[in-house]
């Protein structure tokens, strides 16, 4: 069992900043690939950006040269460090891990999982 716990969402204005962290914990083995993805209302979730264990990030067109992921291995977590928000930024951000997880005697099993979700919203 791998948990994700997100922080750091809240109320910003236009053109403000934010970093959101999200923190795996649980019998985890590897972590390969941490993301973020958000969902606003009336619409699908969506990638933002993710990162592998080797530090190669993948973001939506939408954010690129405006959000930065990063992560601390070391730590289990990731951050993104949202800049230059627009009111189009505002939805529900939803921290995403896979990897492999240690069942003890039993080896290792996958895992994919989602945190709570946190709010993030931009106001004009």
């Known amino acids: 069992q791998v948990q994700l716990v997100e922080s750091g969402g809240g109320l910003v204005q236009a053109g403000g900043s934010l970093r959101l962290s999200c923190a795996a914990s649980?019998?985890?083995?590897?972590?390969?690939?941490m993301g973020w993805y958000r969902q606003a209302p009336g619409k699908e979730r969506e990638l933002v950006a993710n990162?592998?264990?080797?530090?190669?990030?993948n973001y939506a067109d939408s954010v690129k040269g405006r959000f930065a992921i990063s992560r601390d291995n070391a730590k289990n977590t990731v951050y993104l460090q949202m800049n230059s928000l627009t009111l189009e930024d505002t939805a529900v951000y939803y921290c995403?891990?896979?990897?492999?997880?240690?069942?003890?005697?039993?080896?290792?099993?996958?895992?994919?999982?989602w945190g709570q979700g946190t709010q993030v919203t931009v106001s004009s």
């Open positions: 995403h891990a896979v990897g492999s997880a240690d069942r003890g005697g039993w080896g290792l099993a996958d895992f994919g999982s």
């Open positions: 649980g019998n985890i083995f590897s972590i390969n690939t």
């Open positions: 990162i592998t264990s080797g530090g190669r990030t």
